[in-house]
């Protein structure tokens, strides 16, 4: 996971500021969307890298916190993570795309 991160985070820093992204569509109620400030961090530094997933882990075990079940919750959470992977690759792609114009 780091490592993918690494390879798509060196140039995030540059217009970004958060991530927002809301719940996944689990037939579970869902809360309200959420957002993952990346703005104070350096995503190419393993450190920050660290610190973005830890605020990943806390915002997936706030969206599934209502899930009973162990492996509904555990589903939730790892959708959750994989979305915010795919927000913050798309921020990122968008942000080499203004860069280079």
Do not use: W
């Not at 995030?12 to 961090?41: E, W, Y």
């Not at 899930?67 to 990122?92: F, G, I, M, N």
């Amino acid at each position: 996971m780091i490592a993918l991160i690494n390879k798509t985070a060196a140039v995030a820093g540059l217009a970004l500021a958060a991530l927002p992204f809301v719940a996944l569509g689990f037939a579970h109620a869902a809360p309200a969307p959420a957002t993952i400030r990346i703005s104070d961090l350096n995503l190419s530094r393993p450190a920050d890298v660290r610190v973005f997933e830890q605020r990943v882990d806390r915002v997936a075990e706030h969206m599934c916190a209502s899930y009973v079940s162990l492996a509904d919750k555990a589903r939730c959470k790892e959708a959750v993570r994989a979305e915010a992977l795919d927000k913050l690759a798309a921020a990122t792609s968008a942000s080499v795309a203004v860069a280079s114009r």
